[in-house]
């Protein structure tokens, strides 16, 4: 019979029992159940509502289920419905009355959401963890390559010289948000549902500080029926996970083109490419394209979940089973997504003469060439004109503006002299743009500095 057998004559159907289990992925959350259940009991014997031979017996099996758990020794029927259901039957067939003294001020509802605010917690300090690494090996390329000039785009066409170091670092600053957002999505999965039974409370009296306390939670739910049926905290995470999925996807759609023959940018490490079955000289960057791919995935998660909740009224309703399986793969896919990227990138070696050679072949510096004529009176439209004509004649004759000869140069304005070769350099161009947040090397070295003092303020 089932736990909740007592008011039914008659079994449920096969069907139905296949339907409405959801043993197969809520196992995973057996060690925040059981450690649940612990704090609870413990409780439960403080307050005097068992006996401490009771709660001894209920920790000593609640420990041994835990070890036969790991060791793979229980099975996980679909008949036991949930790990909740499953984690008391088990504990009742090994202690007797004393396991069936566990749930008393308890329901399932408040159970499986105090199961998901640890479970949730913990993939938070997970992801951040491997953010975080991510972010170490972006300041250690971007000190490497701070004075390694390559085009900046935009519309992806060539537009002005940067970096290599200071485009690294703009994906230091959205990982960084990142870190920022699972920072907040673990601020409200830090809160204890427990005690808020079913979804109006309990006459007994327990205390539900001491339970959070004793499971490292920072507060406890202010309202039962919102404790039961709240999952921002699962749509944070998976809001969070979401967008930092877009900045992999968009760091990967970089990895793709860098990676061309078209761009020569990147080299990915032979470990992570693939070939082709058919075309010999093939080296593909799945590992990027997964990743992109995978990003939607995520999204949809996210979308599942928001959908889910939409349309459902206080408080628990079964609907919300459905949480797990999208907060799950979710978890698993950043997860899994953020520790590939990070060894590709760590990987990878940036060809940092093809980035040179194409900000020089690019017109890269025609704005630093505009701006040397504004700085010799010219009015900035007309310089802007006048570049804009020099460009015309280089494309005509295949060079760049540093190749005309100064009496080419003349033709066009009279207000170029020698050191205008100087002024255009692709050096003096990015150097040049020494502000707060430029790409200029001392600046791009300076950012690394503080880079790494914020770092070491995440916990
Ligand atoms: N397996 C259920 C879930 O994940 C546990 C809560 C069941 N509560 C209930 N009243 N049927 O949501």
Request: overall charge negative; some cysteine; hydrophobic content about 40%.
């Amino acid at each position: 019979m089932k736990l909740w057998g007592g008011r039914f004559a008659k079994e449920t159907s096969q069907l139905m029992d296949d339907f409405h289990s959801s043993i197969s992925f809520d196992k995973r959350l057996y060690a925040q159940d059981i450690r649940g259940s612990q704090a609870h009991a413990k409780m439960l014997c403080k307050q005097g509502i068992i006996s401490a031979e009771d709660e001894a017996a209920i920790q000593q099996g609640l420990c041994a289920i835990l070890e036969d758990i790991k060791a793979g020794k229980v099975d996980f029927p679909a008949s036991s419905e949930d790990i909740h259901m499953h984690v008391e039957s088990l504990l009742t067939e090994r202690i007797g009355d004393a396991g069936k003294r566990l749930h008393t001020g308890r329901s399932r509802n408040d159970q499986v959401a105090l199961d998901m605010h640890l479970y949730a917690k913990d993939c938070c300090d997970e992801t951040i963890a491997l953010l975080c690494e991510m972010e170490e090996t972006l300041l250690k390329l971007a000190k490497k390559h701070a004075g390694d000039v390559m085009p900046g785009y935009t519309h992806l066409q060539r537009a002005q010289p940067v970096t290599l170091g200071h485009h690294l670092l703009a994906y230091f600053e959205m990982f960084k948000r990142d870190i920022i957002r699972f920072q907040n999505a673990k601020k409200a999965a830090d809160v204890s549902p427990l005690g808020s039974g079913a979804l109006a409370g309990t006459t007994y009296p327990l205390d539900r500080e001491f339970c959070a306390n004793e499971l490292g939670l920072a507060a406890v739910s202010m309202n039962s029926l919102d404790g039961v049926s709240d999952r921002d905290f699962l749509l944070e995470y998976m809001a969070a996970a979401s967008i930092c999925m877009m900045h992999l996807s968009r760091f990967c759609e970089e990895c793709v083109l860098w990676s061309s023959l078209e761009f020569g940018f990147m080299t990915m490490d032979d470990g992570f490419s693939t070939g082709s079955s058919m075309m010999p000289q093939k080296k593909n960057p799945d590992v990027a394209e997964l990743i992109r791919g995978k990003t939607g995935r995520v999204y949809g998660d996210l979308m599942a979940l928001l959908t889910v909740m939409k349309g459902i009224p206080l408080a628990y309703n079964k609907d919300m089973q459905e949480d797990k399986e999208s907060f799950f793969d979710a978890r698993d896919t950043v997860v899994k997504c953020l520790h590939v990227f990070h060894e590709m990138l760590a990987s990878a070696t940036f060809r940092t003469e093809n980035m040179k050679k194409s900000a020089n072949d690019g017109f890269a510096n025609a704005t630093d060439c505009a701006d040397y004529l504004v700085k010799k009176g010219v009015p900035f439209r007309d310089a802007h004109s006048i570049v804009g004509q020099l460009v015309a004649k280089c494309l005509s004759k295949g060079c760049a503006i540093d190749e005309m000869s100064l009496a080419e140069l003349k033709e066009l304005s009279n207000a170029f002299e020698e050191d205008v070769y100087e002024a255009i350099s692709l050096n003096t161009c990015v150097s040049a743009r020494n502000l707060i947040g430029g790409p200029a090397p001392q600046r791009v070295l300076a950012a690394v500095e503080m880079g790494k003092r914020w770092l070491e303020t995440v916990e």
